[in-house]
């Protein structure tokens, strides 16, 4: 018999055994975190590589986002740049959270990385990445805007060996935890990454002891091919030929001329070229990307489009070439400022992505979801603690409608998978009270199968002042809709002052709130798909009956009237209007 004949069912039967070995990993690193942002969040990612820094498997529950899930891997080979990894040791381990010249988004997200050996031999790789709280720089979050160059948005770490042994270098966290605000978070998350990697190493031994190393390197090498295939089939479903989109975001922080992201989509049979090149120049404020980022978007539009349940990884890339101009919004040069563009740009890439499919495959894309994750960074002095602190969120919205199916309410959205923070963890980790927080009505684009609506959250400052950092677009340019239906309301942000007064603020700025101030944040919601006056009369009945849809935009909009007692009631010209006569 061929011991290297790929076996269908041992290949089944590994597969969910690695994807378990991941699942697990991120479990134990959410269980052992400190920050809200980890610990109720969830804002972190997992992976387990070939040898050769090659992405196999990742993490496939509830946790995970696509976005981390897609730079990991240009941090992987990063950080093997530097370090032989064959020569390391057990319990070592590799930090990195710097975008040059190739790693995570923004300078958050930290990846560490390590080696996993089995009877002397390295066989694979474990990393996981997440969003620390802080990262030091010119504003708690360390994602402000006002800033151009990296320099000031916080510490950059370059490949590292930050843990060696299973012991945390002390002159190297020296430096870092003299350079952060939220210092025990900061250790208590690094030492949960920790956690997380020597969990995948555990599992992977236990499957090399009972499987043997040979077979469990062969199947990891052949998840590869088998993703290579699958995606090949589902590319070769597009229709030959060129689609062209673009779609723009709203200023920078520095001004607020729009930057425009243009793609030129190439579909050839069973691979893609994904061409960026005409896209403008980069931001002098912090919205630009690097390639790894732009490539994360590619990954995950064209899977979740094709193939929902393809194994996403390396392999899977293979058929996909993807072009970015250097010096453009999409391939910053250093030292350009890149920190929101995780929050921003990346959402406007999906936008076009999905925009240039919809003239291939109308019926599997969605219409524009809330187009922004709607970051807020709150960050000061605890009054009673007397302790730095960083509250940090991304409030989801609504998601874009498609044929057959409405949008979800109140959802995150495509490159981002985290949950919401509950009002309780908020309130007893923060000088902060949630005053409000809902659906915003109305807010839905509206079609015959309408869009999601968004969500609406007051929070008020407590004791000392805090800096307010709000990343976040949509604001003028609303979510658009596809096939005749209507664009979303889009996204606005307030502050009350204590005698009442409210001003309206932008979409992109660091400023100073003093105490007993309410920020009100109303996020987009998500465009319709095809005509409203088509839109089933029970849907549209239901909508209003939740408070979804008001009774006026049901009439007007929808064609949908409706008597005292929410019954509806269609006039002759209603009728009419829905081509019901």
């Known amino acids: 018999m061929n011991e290297n004949r790929i076996d269908p069912i041992t290949l089944e039967v590994m597969r969910n055994a690695f994807y378990s070995i991941a699942d697990e990993m991120i479990a134990a690193l959410i269980r052992s975190s400190y920050s809200t942002n980890i610990k109720d969040r969830r804002d972190t990612s997992g992976a387990i590589y070939t040898g050769a820094g090659e992405v196999v ?3 496939q529950s509830e946790i995970g986002t696509p976005l981390h899930l897609g730079t990991m891997h240009s941090a992987v080979q990063s950080a093997m740049a530097v370090y032989p990894f064959d020569e390391l040791e057990s319990g070592d381990a590799v930090a990195v959270n710097s975008p040059y010249p190739a790693g995570p988004g923004h300078l958050n997200d930290l990846c560490l990385i390590s080696p996993i050996f089995f009877e ?6 474990t990393a996981n990445q997440a969003h620390h709280v802080d990262m030091g720089g010119f504003a708690p979050g360390s994602m402000p805007f006002g800033v151009t160059e990296i320099f000031q948005e916080g510490l950059q770490i370059p490949p590292i060996r930050l843990f060696r042994k299973g012991k945390i270098e ?6 870092i935890e003299q350079n ?6 900061m250790s208590g998350d690094l030492h949960a990454q920790l956690a997380a990697n020597n969990v995948g190493e555990r599992r992977l031994t236990e499957l090399s002891r009972k499987y043997g190393v040979e077979t469990v390197e062969r199947y990891l090498d052949e998840m590869l091919n088998y993703s290579e295939r699958r995606m090949r089939a589902a590319l070769a479903t597009i229709p030959l030929g060129v689609y062209k989109a673009e779609d723009s975001i709203e200023g920078d922080g520095i001004t607020d001329n729009a930057f425009t992201i243009r793609l030129t989509l190439e579909a050839n049979g069973d691979n893609v070229r994904a061409d960026f090149t005409a896209s403008d120049d980069a931001s002098q404020g912090p919205l630009n990307c690097r390639w790894p980022s732009v490539a994360a978007c590619v990954y995950y539009v064209l899977k979740a489009c094709l193939d929902p349940e393809l194994p996403p990884n390396a392999g899977a890339y293979r058929p996909i070439d993807i072009s970015v101009r250097e010096g453009s919004i999409l391939s910053a040069v250093y030292p350009n400022a890149v920190c929101n563009a995780n929050i921003i740009t990346t959402q406007r890439i999906v936008d076009v992505l999905l925009l240039a499919l919809s003239q291939a495959l109308p019926e599997k894309v969605q219409a524009a979801s809330s187009g922004t994750m709607n970051l807020l960074n709150i960050g000061g002095i605890h009054p009673v603690k007397d302790i730095y602190y960083n509250y940090i969120e991304t409030y989801g919205g609504g998601q874009g409608a498609m044929v057959g199916a409405d949008g979800m309410d109140a959802v995150q959205n495509h490159m981002t998978n985290t949950r919401n923070a509950p009002v309780e963890s908020i309130e007893v980790a923060y000088p902060l009270v949630v005053e409000s927080y809902g659906l915003v009505p109305d807010s839905e684009g509206p079609g015959e199968y309408r869009g999601g609506v968004g969500i609406q959250r007051s929070v008020r400052v407590v004791g000392n002042p805090v800096q307010l950092t709000l990343s976040s677009d949509r604001a003028k340019t609303p979510p658009w809709g596809l096939f005749g239906g209507y664009p979303a309301k889009p996204s606005r942000f307030r502050v009350k002052n204590p005698d009442g007064n409210i001003q309206n603020l932008g979409s992109k700025f660091t400023t100073r709130i003093a105490a007993d101030h309410v920020m009100m ?10 005509d409203p006056l088509q839109r089933n009369t029970e849907a549209v009945a239901d909508d209003v009956r939740e408070g979804l849809v008001s009774l006026d935009r049901a009439r007007k909009v929808y064609g949908v009237v409706f008597d005292g007692n929410l019954n509806v009631e269609v006039s002759e010209t209603e009728k009419v209007r829905r081509g019901k006569m």
Do not use: C, D, F, N
């Not at 002390?170 to 430096?175: M, Q, T």
């Not at 996020?523 to 095809?530: H, I, Q, S």
């Open 170 to 175: 002390p002159e190297l966290w020296a430096i």
């Open 521 to 530: 944040t109303e996020t987009p919601g998500g465009g319709g798909w095809g």
């Open 57 to 59: 498997v990742v993490a």
């Open 180 to 185: 952060v605000r939220a210092r025990v978070e």
């Open 120 to 125: 002397g031999k390295m066989i694979a790789i």
